[in-house]
């Protein structure tokens, strides 16, 4: 069964400091895809990133990047100098062969001034 | 203006009472999705379409319905709903009738169920 896991349940930082938060996942497929997705207090969803699972290379975005290693099943967030605005809780996901979503559980992320 | 349109927002109801949330998107995106947000579980799949006429259990189908006559729409439905079927629920659509494409999520609609 495909399972995501985000040990950390909440974090808190002080601004400027850097964060990575943690995405495990487990599946025997050997085709998936690994999302990230942010919810703000607002409450809505947006889309941060997509992976497939052929594709190891790193990538950045600004101040985001993302370190997927498939040897150990996982694709961690770095926030750097996080700003006030990055509070939110952030979601990591996996899609499978079958078009199947499992979502972990989330983290919090807090960022005081 | 490209969106995900999910109604009600809000609904206090009792067990029992049939209730539908709607959603609707203008987008022409083939696969379509229901979510449930729980504390400490993050958000389950419940039912997912991939195109009209096809939809498929998520992880967790007990309770609910869907239909996915039109394009656009896909209601889910709540036959006799239940106190934990409280939740947050969300609708979310993508482009092509596969889950490997990043979904547009509506704004969500909370459910109390008493």
């Known amino acids: 069964a495909q399972k995501v896991t985000q040990a950390q349940t909440e974090i808190s930082v002080v601004e400027k400091e850097d964060v990575t938060l943690d995405c495990v996942y487990e599946?025997?497929?050997?085709?998936?895809?690994l999302f990230w997705y942010k919810q703000p207090p607002s409450g809505e969803l947006v889309f941060l990133i997509r992976r497939n699972s052929f594709d190891e290379q790193n990538e950045i975005s600004g101040r985001y990047s993302w370190n997927f290693q498939k040897s150990t099943s996982s694709f961690n967030f770095t926030i750097t100098a996080s700003q006030v605005v990055d509070s939110a809780v952030y979601f990591c996901?996996?899609?499978?062969?079958?078009?199947?979503?499992?979502f972990g559980s989330g983290t919090k992320l807090n960022v005081k001034p | 203006e490209a969106q995900v349109t999910q109604n009600p927002r809000y609904l206090i109801t009792v067990t029992g009472k049939k209730l539908t949330v709607t959603c609707s998107q203008n987008m022409n995106h083939e696969y379509m999705s229901w979510y449930r947000q729980d504390p400490g579980l993050g958000l389950r799949q419940i039912y997912y379409s991939m195109n009209v006429e096809v939809t498929d259990k998520g992880d967790v189908p007990e309770g609910y319905k869907v239909s996915r006559k039109e394009k656009r729409n896909f209601p889910l439905i709540l036959e006799s709903p239940s106190p934990n079927q409280t939740s947050l629920y969300f609708c979310a659509s993508s482009l092509q009738g596969y889950s490997n494409q990043p979904q547009h999520f509506g704004d969500g609609t909370r459910l109390s169920i008493l």
């Open positions: 996901a996996l899609s499978d062969n079958f078009n199947k979503f499992y």
């Open positions: 599946t025997r497929d050997t085709t998936y895809y």
